[in-house]
DNA sequence: TTGTAGGCGTTATCAC
DNA sequence: GTGATAACGCCTACAA
């Protein structure tokens, strides 16, 4: 009189072996074998199976556990996360959505996410905005139809309804680099203005008075920040801003940033009241603008200081190797997820917001002007 | 007589409220609605509910199906795909196994995959196994667990075992980058060797006799190929190749290719018989090479030519621009993720290999060796 | 220590 | 057109 249910779905699975497969093409339909298969083999019933095989702490036979724990092995038994996913509503994946993983920033942070994550047994979904709130949303709401938990979100707009609804649902979300004014968001920022404020007190420092800034559009709040902290910097000497923003459109062709510091540079070159120190607002930028200056025959450092931000891994490498502020890319992903999975797991968390520092790294693009 | 099961599940429901949500800090117990709890406010069964809410042509009132489709908008239903992948088998995720997501070319192949992915409305997995096979392994084994159907890899091993045993049970895989000898798995393959001997070609066409090349360790199939083109066209005009391979073990910290290029160039510099050109085993390195020889106070390329390979966006940036070997990274990762969407949607597809074509992009850091 | 049975949210197969 | 119902693979009271 024992499992007259469940004898029957065996029976059936006996049968249903393949049957449309060889006809379509490289479709092989193999069902793959469940907990009830080993069950039946092993002479258990599926709960045993399932407590052994899920490590969990409830009681079973030594013996019993040996039987199964071979026979999986045997089989190559792999066990349906699915099934184990709607049942406990749990989910071992995390999403982290960005601007472009083609930027250098970006896919550090993305390393240091993931390295977390596997250490805590989680998977990384990786989504690419474009700076596309529409694509954002609809990124967003897909990872949230796959019923993950966690989400690290570099987000482009700062419309949080949707978030906001999720969240009310379940969802948690770590906010990096872009502030998102809405409770229950663990905010990761990094202090832009200040960041901004220390690369033009160096440059004053090292005695420019004449020290321009350019930059992509200002429509992110960061670089507004970063903008700021430079006019903040130059006013509290006395000395007048110079700020030439890119126009055109941004694009995600790997390019687009060193063309902007040739094509602000070469701008600069053409006035009267020439600086003689530049402040780019990212590394790539500032890279255009070196290259540029070396174009136009003008020396960096001996003619023209030039200030990088981020502290990309080209940095190093570029001649004169540049002077920039760095902004922890690899460790901001790293305490991204460490925090969404330590909340993930159930840790207490109290609401803050971290604000990262940013830290002068003085090479060899930056002298004193010529007198 | 209607329906007792499927009441008593829903008065159930109505219960289930939040047991224990603020007991245990940020843990909200919400039960999402489920196609059930529509079906019951539409006063319909969650058979139809499923049946508009799906997209399923299946026939459907007007009234009804405006109905739910209303109630659905308004309670903001999210379906959950755990349900629809558990039923169906399907699962739109597919899985991207790279060695790290820092390396340039690998983040433009990542949004390449990603792009395609979107617009087939799957979402991508992304898995660095910074170049160790157990991690490899790791993957491939908790991806299948979650039931990802597609896997696109540019794997570290040549084991293909595991593989072997999951494509048996469905798993589709292309293969980026990396010979897999094992039936069903798609080649994505780029020319190594061709390019490695177009790069010297060109370099013994611009009239250059002793061109030395300077290479990461051999232990990829990759950089024995473009190592072996190089010979064989050095070869073929009667040059004796010269091979400088770093010693090091690889870590990725984005200044590791760089600063192989900087110490091989400075045993070069060390040799009696200094050459005229040198090769590098790819773009990061090449800047390594041009930057000590800088240092040294070697003018590129008047005293000495570089070429690089890959073309990475870094290279257009360098000073003198480099000429390198191109391989399509954005296009190889577009191309890997349409096959591969492509096969998974059923669309019949031979057996094949594909084999990417290198193509030489000359910029100024190659000329005429001195007399 | 073991097994039974029900349900997670969805779809698919039947009847009606 | 519609609804009841049985899966999908797993976990987990509850009973034995």
Known sequence: MQGSKIDERDKKREFSFCQKSIAEGACPVNKSLTIHDIAKMAGVSSATVSRVLSNSTYPVSA???????????????????????????????????IPSITNPFYSSVVLGIEEIARENRYQVLLCNSLQDARLEDEYVKSIFEKQVKGLIISSISADT????RYIAKGLHVVALDQKLEEDGILQIEFDYRKGGYLAAAHLIASGHRRIAY???????PSRRSICRGYEDALREHGLAPTIQVAESEEIYDGVYEFDNGKRLTRRLLELSDRPTAILACNDMTAVGVMNELMAAGVQVPREMSVMGFDDIAFSRMTVPPLTTVKQPDYEMGRLACQFLTDRLSGKPMPQMEIMLQPKLVVRESVAAPLV
């Open 161 to 164: 309804k949707l978030l906001k």
């Open 63 to 97: 013996a019993n556990r040996e039987k199964i724990v071979r026979i999986a092995k045997e089989t190559n038994y792999v066990p349906n996360l699915l099934g184990k996913q709607l049942k406990t509503n749990t989910n071992m994946t995390l999403a982290a959505i």
């Open 214 to 220: 350019v930059t992509s559009p200002l429509d992110r």
